[in-house]
């Protein structure tokens, strides 16, 4: 499979799109299936649109927390989705409901 990022990441299956997010984020899988999860349940029902939505996410937490001085994301217990909601509301996208399973 060719792994060029800007032609076709977005249309890889799902377990290839986790690898890459894996290598560039060191993205484990259970928080890699709550952001999908996450933009799924907030009107993100297409895939394409969703992971970009979620490398989107993964590129501004890293500068985040690259000027915090941390050289891996991590979001502590209970953060995920906090940080999730301050992106949504940064960046105008639409919060439709929030799950309790969260």
């Not at 249309?11 to 890699?32: I, K, S, T």
């Not at 029902?45 to 970009?52: C, D, L, P, T, Y």
Request: hydrophobic share 40%; with cysteine.
């Amino acid at each position: 499979m060719k792994k060029d990022r800007s032609s076709s990441l977005y249309e890889w299956p799902d377990l290839a799109f986790h690898h890459y997010c894996l290598q560039m984020y060191r993205l484990n899988r259970g928080v890699y299936n709550t952001i999908d999860q996450w933009l799924y349940d907030n009107g993100y029902a297409g895939i394409k649109g969703r992971r970009k939505m979620i490398i989107q996410f993964l590129d501004h937490m890293i500068k985040l927390q690259a000027e915090e001085g941390h050289k891996y994301l991590s979001f502590g217990k209970g953060n995920l989705v906090a940080q999730l909601s301050q992106f949504a509301a940064e960046h105008e996208v639409p919060v439709i409901r929030a799950l309790a399973a969260y």
